[in-house]
RNA sequence: GCCCGGGUGGCGGAAUGGCAGACGCAGGGGACUUAAAAUCCCCUGGGGUGUAAACCCCAUGCAGGUUCGAGCCCUGCCCCGGGCACCA
């Protein structure tokens, strides 16, 4: 940032100059002061009564992680929303506009890893300093309703929706293969693993087996895929992601009989009309037979070596397009459940446990992973689908539908028959049945760390595991505890934490010592804001019944899944509990784009942020605001320029100067004529400046309803400009069209520029706060003209435009286009074959 | 490989199928000033015709198509970003 700051001739920064001459010209600092001092004491953006505020409007951000500093790239996000709850409040909502902290995590314990800091020592300091940045940012948020995830009164309910969980058996324990981060000595869940890495801090996961709490989100599998349909106000690409990422796919489950034996594998394909063309069954490594057939001594050594050699790989390495399919015979034979045909079992590579049943039927003609697997290990291939193209040409697998063959009596048929008829034959026989599966796998909730909600559980000798009683909450995290990075969680270093009694029996019990994943906290933290100091309820139903769902969420697509996903869950089941009438939280979603600095995303490690601290205290917080909404579409990614700022600013000083002017001429026209309200004019500048101060006025809002914020600064700029070349050409400050303009023009501008507009409110006249003000509306008759200009085309290339009264009928539009002189020149000695006639805009005339 | 976005001046970007480049940044010229900064005014996609007023041609990644008219719609291709990826 250093090297924006303007020189002096001697090379001395001229900041301090700057600062003496901008206070004259444009007294940010003092007009920021006495704005927020004015929405303190009116409370225009607290609620006192959430079941009694009229007209509710929820806009929400995404709740930050309090990590320290706020760069640019974050204020982006809060300013939107800040834009959407001062346009809303304007126009005479309630609004709830309420702000909290994420503040459980990873870096915080971190934190006291490496500095020996208390991790909630760590997080209230980051808290402070965030707040204050908030604050500078002229956010207006309710702050009476803030809330911190850390806070035992807060986590206290997060356990408490584990119980409820528990209670329906939505939350489970369970063991099993799971991804562990080696750098964050955690588990992680599968979310949270991105191409085989760490999703947080990059590092390559490894895969352990342990017993881990689960929520059962499978569950709602189906109506989180379902309910995406409603959700029409959220970007489609998010949408997208969360539907592929639930995976459904349609097929069968079809179970094939180990030969010799009482078992059967069972496997799960969406092409149930290829049935005939499977020439082998494939085990994943994990697949429970595999240790049932070792057991018993029945395992070849070469498959064992395989299996051996694949728990061990990393997850990254061991998945992948590229990677080579490998395999090895299990020693067993299946048999086919419609032929009874006898066909070999193999372990292989490219079966994965963690999908489907974790064992497919080969189907090497039709599949291309088969094909290539069937050709290495030297496999039959039997071809039972025939495509449009002709016959199976033995190079690669035809993966397409078409018609059956050698498939008995299924020949002939077309796939989706096939696919149907072959699932009653399988059904016939109790062989199999058509299934759904999903990619989605349920959500891993344990975390080996310490600063997160511990998981309201006992281990009772007796009894088993059971849940704390609600009475007993929160089960409050211990002070003291070593922070030692040894992958075991920090609660076990604490004796008297884990000794407790049983719930049950009374007897002796050790509480779990993992905690929840962060994500837990904030699946829910948006029904919190209703209530949130309650110590009764999680959350007030009646009120967030009336609230909810938030009509206008806002935060960066890096949630698309994640915290999306969950809180879509977690919603679905207090809806199902009875606790919520609503079905989805979030109505409308608002992904805005990153800041850039140098082509990257800002961030500390890259040394690349900007701080907002720096210019807010030389620019003032109206012009960093609207500089960070001209950047750029909202949705889309942004370059962060510091010559661009100064641009924002500049135009503040014009806005302002102009503010001045015209407040100043209309006192001294109040004096000379008592105040009254002169007329209209019908003609000429002062009619045409009008209209287009109602223009504006219409796009202005148009674009602040579509959030298209960069066009909507880029409107009042233009308006701005539009009162000053009006005033330049000679108008008069005091014409009711001049005045009216700025009334209008800073009621337009005071979501945007908040404080700047309300200090200009008051010097134009205005009583109260800008807020009360009410948003004004284009008036119908204001943007009526009498006469329109219309472009010209031949042939669909301008080459004039004609002026015509408003009301014109085609005929004379026609006439006066044909005698317009460059249209003769070009249309002279043709015949006209058509006129487009376009209202309002163009007329095309067409010749050969 | 599959699924989404996106490709427009020197730059950020505007444009319900109807005057491409609004608005801003940067740049050039001028005014003010002893000078600079700040401010204000004018110019600013490329090429061409004209003394001038004016006018013409080309131009929204590439190649086609639909249309009176395409940055926008359709087909194929190239490039950039994101998501998913032995998912059975």
């Known amino acids: 940032m250093g090297e924006s700051i303007r020189k002096g001739i001697s090379g001395e920064p001229v900041i301090d100059d700057a ?5 004259s010209l444009y007294p940010f600092h003092e007009m920021e002061r006495r704005a927020r001092k004015l929405w303190n004491e009116e409370g225009l953006f607290e609620i006192r009564d959430p079941m009694t505020a009229e007209r509710p409007f929820y806009c929400l951000n995404m709740f930050p992680y309090p990590s320290g500093d706020l760069h640019v790239g974050h204020g982006r996000n809060y300013i939107l929303g800040d834009v959407v709850t001062r346009l809303k409040r304007m126009q005479g909502h309630s609004v709830l506009t309420p702000m909290g902290w994420d503040a459980f995590g990873l870096p915080a314990e971190n934190a006291a890893i490496e500095h020996k800091i208390h991790p909630a020592t760590w997080t209230r300091r980051n808290i402070a300093r965030m707040k204050e940045q908030l604050v500078s940012w002229g956010l207006a948020y309710d702050w009476n309703r803030e809330i911190a995830s850390c806070d035992p009164t807060y986590y206290r309910w997060t356990q408490w929706l584990f119980l409820k969980l528990y209670e329906r058996g939505l939350a489970y324990r369970a063991k099993g293969t799971v991804n562990w981060c080696p750098s964050c000595n955690t588990v992680l869940a599968n979310e949270q693993v991105v191409d085989g890495k760490c999703e947080r801090c990059g590092t390559a996961v490894e895969t352990r087996d342990l017993e881990q709490w689960y929520f059962k989100i499978t569950a709602y599998a189906e109506p989180l895929l379902r309910d995406l349909d409603q959700l029409v106000h959220w970007p489609e690409k998010v949408r997208v992601m969360q539907t592929n990422w639930i995976g459904r796919s349609e097929g069968a489950t079809i179970r094939f009989p180990v030969s010799g034996s009482k078992e059967s594998i069972e496997v799960f394909t969406t092409r149930p009309d290829t049935l ?234 050790r509480r779990e010592s993992d905690t929840m994943d962060t994500f837990v906290d904030s699946s829910w933290y948006f029904l919190r804001f209703l209530s949130p100091k309650s110590d009764r309820v999680a959350f007030d139903s009646a009120a967030v019944n009336r609230w909810l769902p938030v009509n206008q969420y806002i935060g960066g697509v890096e949630h698309a899944i994640l915290h999306l996903l969950y809180s879509r869950f977690m919603v679905k089941v207090l809806r199902d509990m009875g606790l919520i009438s609503f079905s989805e939280p979030f109505e409308r979603l608002f992904t805005q784009g990153m800041i850039t600095k140098n082509g990257v995303k800002m961030s500390k490690s890259k040394r ?5 601290d720096d210019l807010i205290q030389r620019y003032g917080t109206d012009t960093v605001r609207l500089y960070t909404l001209f950047i750029g579409p909202p949705e889309k990614d942004a370059e962060w320029n510091d010559r661009g700022v100064e641009g924002a600013y500049r135009f503040l000083q014009r806005y302002w ?60 700029m233009q308006l701005v400009n539009a009162l000053q070349e009006y005033l330049d050409g000679g108008g008069d400050r005091t014409d009711p069209e001049v005045q009216e303009g700025m009334n209008i023009g800073t009621r337009l501008l005071a979501p945007l520029a908040p404080h700047t507009a309300e200090g200009a409110w008051a010097l134009l006249g205005g009583s109260g706060s800008i807020f009360t003000a009410g948003w004004p509306e284009a008036s119908r008759e204001a943007l009526e003209r009498d006469k329109v200009t219309l472009v010209v085309q031949v042939n669909g290339k301008v080459r004039s435009s004609i002026e015509v009264p408003a009301g014109a009928d085609r005929a004379v539009i026609e006439a006066a286009a044909l005698a317009d002189p460059k249209v003769r020149s070009y249309a002279s000695g043709k015949t006209v074959a058509q006129v487009i006639l376009v209202p309002g805009r163009l007329v095309n005339v067409v010749v050969p």
């Open 19 to 23: 600062k003496e001459r901008t206070k």
């Open 276 to 509: 005939l063309g499977a020439t082998y069954v494939v085990l994943a490594a994990e697949h429970p037979l595999i240790s049932q057939l070792k057991e018993r001594g029945a395992f070849p050594r070469q498959a064992a070596d395989l299996v051996e050699r694949l728990r061990r790989a990393r997850l990254g390495d061991r998945f992948g397009v590229e990677t080579e399919k490998e395999g090895a015979p299990a020693g067993i034979e299946a048999v086919h459940p419609l032929t009874g045909a006898k066909i070999p079992i193999w372990v292989a590579n490219y079966v994965l446990m963690g999908y489907g049943t974790g064992a497919i039927m080969a189907v090497p003609a039709h599949d291309q992973r088969d094909f290539e697997f069937a050709k290495k290990y030297k496999l039959p291939i039997v071809e039972v689908v025939r495509g449009p193209d002709g016959a199976f040409d033995g190079r690669a697998a035809y993966e397409g539908e078409g018609t059956l063959v050698n498939s008995g009596a299924f020949d002939g048929l077309p796939s989706p028959e096939g696919k149907r008829a072959i699932i009653g034959a399988l059904e016939a026989k109790s062989a199999g049945e058509a299934s759904v599966h999903y990619r989605l796998r349920d959500w891993l909730i344990s975390r080996q760390r310490y600063w997160g909600a511990p998981i309201p559980m006992v281990t009772c000798e007796r009894c088993g595991v059971q849940p704390v009683p609600e009475s007993d909450l929160p089960v409050l995290l211990p002070d003291q505890v070593e922070f030692k990075p040894t992958g075991e969680s920090p609660l076990r270093t604490n004796e008297a934490f884990l000794n407790t009694s049983c719930p049950k029996c009374g007897g002796p019990a």
């Open 608 to 612: 690349n942020t900007v701080a907002p």
């Open 657 to 716: 100067k102009l503010v001045e002017d015209v407040a100043a001429a209309r006192d001294a026209r109040a004096a000379r004529t008592g105040g009254k309200h002169p007329a209209w004019s019908s003609t000429g500048a002062r009619r045409e400046l009008r209209r287009r101060v109602h223009q504006l006025t219409a796009q202005m809002l148009a674009d602040m309803d579509r959030l298209h914020l960069n066009t909507a600064v880029s409107g009042m």
